[in-house]
Structures are given as C-alpha cells and as structure tokens.
C-alpha cells in the first residue's frame, strides 16, 4: 500500500502569479510543489533560480521538491538550501560525479533526488541508491512542459527492485494525466508530477483534473 504523491510542477502556472497558483494546488490537495529549474544549456529552456525559488518558499506549505536541469550542479547546491527547498533533484547525466553531488545535497541538510533521462538505464543509479531519497523518471526529454508521455514501466519496476526496502520515492516526471498515471503507479511509482494536466488553460482555477483523477490510481 503505497500511498500516491500528486507533485503540481508549477512550471505550468501564471508565472505572474506564482503566490496564488501555489496556493491553489494546495487547496486542492497538492502533496508536493514541483519546482523546474532550468538553466538553458543541460536544457534548451531557462526558467528560474535561488531568488525565484526563495520568494516561492513562504507560499508552499507542503514540500518544495525542486528538479534540476543544470550543469553543473555542485556549485549550487547551497544557494537551493538557503532558498528553502526540502528536496533536492540532480540529474545522473548532468556531470561525472553525482555520488558525491548526492552526499553534497545531503550534507546541505535537503533530501537527495537523483534524475534519469528516458535514455538513461535504470542501472546508472544502481551504486547510488544508498545516498538517495528519490529517483525521478522522466518520461519526457527534459525541458518543456506539455510533452507527450514516452513509456518507461520497465525502468520503472527495474527501479523498484533494486530499492528493495529502502526509503526510496519513485517520481515520474512529464506526460502524467488520468490516463498514463495508473500505469506507473501500477509499476511502482509513488509520486507523480503533472504540470499541464494539472494546469490546464493555464488558470489558477482549474486544477480540477488532479484531484478526481490523477490520485484516483
Ligand atoms: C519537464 C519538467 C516537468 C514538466 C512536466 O522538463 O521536468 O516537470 O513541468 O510537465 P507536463 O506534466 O506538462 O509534462
Ligand atoms: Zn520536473
């Protein structure tokens, strides 16, 4: 009995209103705030930084699960901290050494999450697993929102029995609607992100879809 996260990713809110998008995910049950940072050059998009994400801080009473799709990643690690995030996401791919990325997150005193690219085995987290507390799946290239969800349920299940009983979350990330969440949570995710399904017509009010569907898996 795992419990299903909902993770709103607001990169799919009013970015002109950001205090009251954040706000109106949680009244509507958001587990976490997906937060995507991106830097333009690990990813052909750019989004936003540390005084973003520590002006979002005081509006998110639930977690602040912030992704990055920088490189590099550890000479930023403690601005993110002093920002306010409570778990911390780099990807596997964004430089040569993200064991000690990981202990670094950790040391920061924030939860560690590392990230797979849909290329990406799940095999390259395999020797990390003891350092992390989430492993994000994307299930799209990194970079937009409002991509088309690409199958990953293997990696996804492959994933799960290598974490065997360790605390380990299982994020998916990208494509997530009614339709595609039952089939991670049946292959062992536990937290999902969805930015345009939860957004959808970029209102603050119709966060809809999320709470009677995405959660019901
Ligand atoms: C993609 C981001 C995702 C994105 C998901 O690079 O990491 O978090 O916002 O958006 P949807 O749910 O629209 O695919
Ligand atoms: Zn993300």
Known sequence: DRTIKIAPS????DFANFGQEIQ????QGADWVHVDVMDGHFVP???FG???VKAFRPHVKTVMDVHLMITPVDPYIQAYADAGA???????EAGPHTHRTLQAIRGAGMKAGVALNPGTPAEAVEHLMDLTDLVCVMTV?????????IDM?????KLRQMIGDRPVHIEIDGGVD???????????????????AVFKGGSVSTPQIYGDNIRAV
């Open 178 to 196: 009614p339709k595609t969440a039952p089939l991670v949570a049946a292959a062992g995710a536990d937290v999902l992100v969805a930015g345009s």
């Open 50 to 52: 540390p005084p973003a």
């Open 45 to 47: 998009n750019l989004t």
């Open 24 to 27: 109106a995910i949680e009244a």
């Open 86 to 92: 409570d778990i911390l996401t780099a990807h596997v």
């Open 10 to 13: 607001i990169l799919s809110a």
């Open 153 to 157: 349920t293997g990696k996804v299940k």
């Open 141 to 149: 290239n990194p970079g937009f929102g409002g991509q088309k969800f």
